[in-house]
């Protein structure tokens, strides 16, 4: 898809690292699958994927953690 920030380019297929802060919580996974923009960088990320990464910051909120770093594994 084209890029919907600088409109330059065509998006491809990639990885990117997501960070989550919530209540407390610094949440970082790594190695998410992205569509990454190879002109400025942008990264769009799948919403089923970003719904599961949100449901686990949740879950951990609830567990008191307060920081996690992991890689992307997917479902
Ligand atoms: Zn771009």
Do not use: F, W
């Not at 769009?44 to 953690?65: F, H, N």
């Amino acid at each position: 898809m084209k890029c919907v920030i600088c409109k330059h380019a065509e998006t491809i297929p990639g990885t990117t690292t997501i960070t989550l802060e919530r209540d407390g919580l610094t949440y970082v996974i790594k190695q998410v699958p992205a569509q990454v923009c190879p002109n400025c960088g942008e990264d769009y990320v799948d919403e089923i994927i970003t719904g599961d990464l949100l449901r686990s910051a949740e879950q951990m909120v609830k567990d008191g953690t307060q920081v996690d770093i992991r890689q992307y594994v997917a479902a």
